[in-house]
Structure formats: structure tokens, C-alpha cells
């Protein structure tokens, strides 16, 4: 038996289909005798491994990894299980893999890191675990040799989603993954495709798919949202594609097609692809559901989005942001605060953005981040690479340190002064209570103007400094933080 796993990710009112350990599943579905742990159902996960491997023989433990409490979660299991069962073999697949590969090979728990996408490379490491294949010849895939010396076989090309088999969705409770969000009652969560074509500096994306995408067809992502709606009652759906609208010919299709469904959705975009769209492609993806796109805007000067690599302008951002209201979608804008060689000037550019975009369009709703970086292939956003030193194990990476880095709560970077990241975080409570967010299902109305009343103020005059009354309401009234909590 393969026996997956899906380390905690988030809170339980927070939880998703486990969509990365369901894609790996779908290629065994059928053929493969197998299960799936899901930490974030499960609150003793490793406890369920431990049981299902008395159970039954287990050949391989497939762990979906992902930077940040994943990290934790699979750390901890994977040292349990290595203890009690030295001989079952480990392997760690998605983000975690990808982007520090190095770190998942050096501890004593992985044998094997899966680079990029993992659904071939998964049956082709089953069938050298079977010894009817030569590790070295799996691409995509990093082992230790058997001196213990890390290899890394060449990258995997990316195959488009259509080549593989409908997600196994039989094989989870799904009931129990559909959420009530701002976009409906049943909210589920897709990826249309995988990868993203663009080469952004900061991204953890880039490393992943080597600035490849992969589309899933409009007829295929129409068809299966069609199956969700109709067997499990969906009325929402939350896309985790990088880039939704890459293309407008594409894009129309897949409005045409969802459209008779009747969902709301939410999904990301970029504000130059989208300037290039017909008005009629703006009323159609409307008319198909979209409640709201999120745009990394990421800075509103040129010059720093140039040094991002981001292929984009501010001009267009702004363009977008005020066309965008004629159709009734709330563009969501994500901005990344604190660039390296000046933290400071930078995040009195970042703020002036913000106050100008909100100008342009009061419904746009804001993400602050600070800048923490990701190891790149080329050089990283900042040229920060004498000043960046990465974690080496898993174990570190679990390191309460590390998890603020990963989190992107306090990256603790060597630019970034105290005072600084003071006012960003200042300004971040300024302006979510200014406007909360449209995602804050639970919050009162009431509650809405306590926060907007007790900052309209500060907002108006600038005035960001110590805003504890904020802090405290906020806290008080458990206003929802999309960018830790996702939707
Ligand atoms: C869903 C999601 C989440 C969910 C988690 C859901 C869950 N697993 O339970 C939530 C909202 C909780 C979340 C939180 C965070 N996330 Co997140 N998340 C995503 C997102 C949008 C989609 C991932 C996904 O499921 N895709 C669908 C599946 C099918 O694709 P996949 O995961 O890539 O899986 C394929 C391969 O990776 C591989 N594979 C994956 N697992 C395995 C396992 C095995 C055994 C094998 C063989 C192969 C394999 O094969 C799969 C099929 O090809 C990605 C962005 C993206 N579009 O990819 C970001 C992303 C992965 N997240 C990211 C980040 C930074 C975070 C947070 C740290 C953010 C924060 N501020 O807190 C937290 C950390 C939480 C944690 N788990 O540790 C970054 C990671 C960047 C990096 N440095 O590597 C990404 C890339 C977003 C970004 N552009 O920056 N996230």
C-alpha cells in the first residue's frame, strides 16, 4: 500500500481539499492499493500513520510538504515513523521539495525530494522502489546515493493537467472541506493550471515550474466544476491557478462554460494581461461568477518592479484598478513592502500606492507583505544573497524563527529596521480597518463601522503610529487575515 499524507496547514475552519495529495493520488487511482492521512482532519495524525502501517504493508510514505507549518507537522511525523519503522521509505513532494530541495534530502527522515510536478515521478519512484527502474533516470527527482550524497536528476518538463485522471475526490470526506466563505455556503478550491510563465525574483513559484505554465482546458475545468456542484452541492470556488487569465481566448471559453453553474469565484490575475481584455471578456468573466481577483501589484514604482523582474508597470495597476469597478469584481492588491536597499523610502512609495489606489478604487481591498525571499535560480529580489543564510534542515525550517520567516509574519531580515516594520504593520491595521475586508464573513456590521470610525481619522491625517485602539477592536471582533488564512 502507499500510504499519503497531508501535514496540518492551516486552522480547522480554514481547511481545503487536499488537492496537491489528490493529484499524486489520481495517477494510482484504480491501479494502486492506497490511503490518505489528512492532518488537517485528523488532530493525531501520526498516530493514524502509525496505525494504518500495522495494519498492512506500506511500500512508500508520500508526503505533500508545503513551507510553513507543513514544515512542522511533517517533520514530526516522519521522525516518529523513521524511529519505529527504519525500513519504509520517505518521500516529500511540493513546495517544501522544490524550493529547498537540499534541506528535505539532509534530514535523517527523506529519502527521496520530488521537484515540480509530481504525478509521473511518483510512478516511476514506485517502480524503482519496485527495482524495475534506475533511480537516476527519474526526472524530477533528488535521493541520496548510497554514500548518502545528495543527487539531483534533471528537471521534469511540465505535462499538461488534461494528461492525468480526474482528481479521486471519492476518496475524501469532501463535505467536509466545503466552507462557508464571502462567496458562498459550499466554497471549494481548483487549480486550473499549474506553473506560471513569468520569472518575478520573489516568488516561490519561479523555481518551482522554470517559468512554465500548464492550462487545463476550459471543456475539462467546466466539466469538473459541473461533477462538484452537482454531486457535493458547491456554490463557491476559490482558484488557486498563479495565473487564471493568461490568455483571452482561453478565458472566454472557460466563462462560457462556467457560467451556467451558478458559482461565485475568486482567482488570481495580472492587471497588464488583463488591460489587454476586451470589455465584453470583462462582462462575461462577471457574468460567469467572479466576485474578485487578486493582482500582485507589488510596488507602485517602475524602477523597483523592474529590479522584481515582474515584466510589469505601475501605470497598468493603476489603469486596472479604476476599470475594473465598472464591472462590479473587487480587485484584491497585493503590495510587497521593504526593498533592500532602502526599507525605508520604499515603504513611504508602498504606502503612497496604496492611499492612491484606494483613491482610484474604494472597493479594492489591500495585502500587505513584507519582502522575504526565496532562493532563486538567478539572483534573488534585492541582490540579497550575502545577507540571506536559508535554513539547512526541515528541523530548522520548524524552528519558531523560521516559521515567522516562512509565515512571512516577522522575516526578521537584516535591511528591515524594527521601525519599519513597525509602521507597515501600523499602516496594515490603519487600513483593514479603514476597510475591512469583504472576506470577514463574521463580522457584525456593527462592527464595521466601530473599526472604520475609530480610523477614518488616522487614515485621513496620516497618522499611523501606536494604533492600539485598532489592535484591541480587531482582536475583540477576530477580524479575518486573508493572506495568513486564504479565503
Ligand atoms: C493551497 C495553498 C495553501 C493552503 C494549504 C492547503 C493544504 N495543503 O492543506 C493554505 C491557504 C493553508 C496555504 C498556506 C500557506 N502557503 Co500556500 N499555497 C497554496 C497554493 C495556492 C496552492 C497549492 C495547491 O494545493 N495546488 C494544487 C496542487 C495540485 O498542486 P501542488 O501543490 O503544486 O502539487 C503538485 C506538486 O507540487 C507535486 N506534489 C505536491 N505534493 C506532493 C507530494 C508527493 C508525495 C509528490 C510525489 C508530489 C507532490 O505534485 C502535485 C501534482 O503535480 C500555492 C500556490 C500554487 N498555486 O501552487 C501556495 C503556496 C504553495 N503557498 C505558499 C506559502 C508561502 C504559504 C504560507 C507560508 C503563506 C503564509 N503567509 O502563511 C502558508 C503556509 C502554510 C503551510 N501549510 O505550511 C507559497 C510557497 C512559496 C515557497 N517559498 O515555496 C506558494 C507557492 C504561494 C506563492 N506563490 O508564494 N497555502
Redesign the pocket.
Known amino acids: 500500500m502507499i500510504l ?1 499524507y ?2 496540518k ?2 486552522k480547522s475552519r ?3 481539499l ?7 493520488a489520481a495517477v494510482l487511482e484504480g491501479k494502486e492499493d492506497y490511503a490518505i492521512v489528512d492532518g ?1 482532519l485528523d488532530p493525531h495524525p501520526t498516530e493514524s500513520l502509525i496505525a494504518r502501517i500495522r495494519e498492512r504493508p506500506v511500500e512508500l510514505l ?10 512542522v507537522g511533517a517533520g514530526a511525523s516522519c521522525r516518529e515513523i523513521r524511529a519505529r519503522f527504519p525500513e519504509l521509505p520517505i ?9 529547498y530541495t537540499a534541506a528535505a534530502l539532509n534530514a535523517g527522515y527523506v529519502d527521496y525530494a ?1 521537484r ?4 509521473l ?2 510512478l516511476e ?1 514506485l517502480e524503482a522502489i519496485r527495482g524495475h527502474r534506475e533511480l537516476k533516470t527519474i526526472a524530477g527527482l533528488s535521493y541520496k546515493d548510497s554514500d548518502g550524497r545528495p543527487r539531483h536528476n534533471p528537471e521534469r518538463p511540465l505535462r499538461s493537467l488534461d494528461d492525468f485522471p480526474w482528481y479521486p475526490y471519492h476518496r475524501v470526506p469532501v463535505e467536509k472541506y466545503l466552507l462557508p466563505t464571502f462567496l458562498g455556503r459550499r466554497t471549494t ?1 481548483h ?1 486550473a493550471s ?1 506553473g506560471c510563465p513569468f520569472r518575478c525574483n520573489f ?3 519561479v523555481n ?1 515550474s522554470g517559468s512554465r505554465e500548464k492550462m487545463e482546458s476550459p471543456a475539462r475545468t467546466g466539466d469538473i466544476l459541473r461533477h462538484l456542484a452537482q454531486t457535493y452541492g458547491v456554490d463557491a470556488v476559490q482558484f ?3 495565473n487564471f487569465f493568461l490568455r483571452e481566448d482561453h478565458t472566454r471559453e472557460l466563462a462560457d462554460r462556467i457560467a451556467p453553474l451558478n458559482l461565485r469565484w475568486w482567482c488570481e490575475g495580472r492587471a497588464d494581461i488583463m488591460m489587454g481584455y476586451a470589455d465584453a471578456t470583462f462582462e462575461a468573466i462577471r457574468r460567469a461568477g467572479c466576485a474578485m481577483i487578486f493582482f500582485g501589484a507589488e510596488s507602485g514604482s517602475n524602477e523597483i518592479l523592474k529590479e522584481m523582474n515582474k515584466d510589469l508597470c505601475a501605470e497598468d495597476t493603476l489603469a486596472l484598478a479604476t476599470r475594473i469597478r465598472r464591472f462590479g469584481i473587487i480587485p484584491e492588491f497585493s503590495i510587497i513592502f521593504g526593498n533592500p536597499k532602502d526599507p525605508e523610502g520604499d515603504t513611504r512609495d508602498c504606502i503612497r500606492f496604496i492611499r492612491q489606489l484606494k483613491r482610484l478604487n474604494p472597493d479594492s481591498e489591500i495585502v500587505v507583505e513584507h519582502y522575504t525571499p ?1 532562493p532563486q535560480r538567478t539572483r534573488m529580489y534585492g541582490n540579497v544573497e550575502d545577507q540571506m543564510q536559508f535554513p539547512t534542515t526541515p528541523d530548522e525550517w520548524a524552528t519558531e524563527r523560521w516559521q515567522r520567516f ?4 516577522d522575516p526578521r531580515t537584516p535591511w528591515l529596521r524594527p521601525r519599519t516594520k513597525q509602521l507597515i504593520e501600523n499602516f496594515e491595521l490603519v487600513v483593514s480597518s479603514r476597510w475591512p475586508t469583504v472576506q470577514a464573513l463574521r463580522l457584525p456590521s456593527w462592527g464595521r463601522w466601530v473599526l472604520k470610525i475609530l480610523s477614518s481619522w488616522r487614515y485621513k491625517l496620516g497618522i499611523y503610529a501606536a494604533p492600539l485602539e485598532l489592535r484591541w477592536t480587531q482582536q475583540l471582533l477576530a477580524l479575518r487575515k486573508p ?4 479565503l
Open positions: 499519503f497531508n501535514p496547514a492551516t480554514n481547511r481545503r487536499p488537492l496537491s495529495i489528490l493529484a499524486v488537517n508520500a508526503v505533500t510538504v508545503m513551507p510553513g507549518p507543513q514544515t518521500v516529500w513532494g511540493g513546495y517544501f521539495a522544490s524550493n520530488v515540480g510536478q509530481g504525478e515521478t511518483l519512484l478550491v487549480q499549474i516568488c516561490g513559484v518551482f488557486y491557478d498563479n526565496v516562512a509565515t512571512q509574519k493572506k495568513e488564512e486564504s
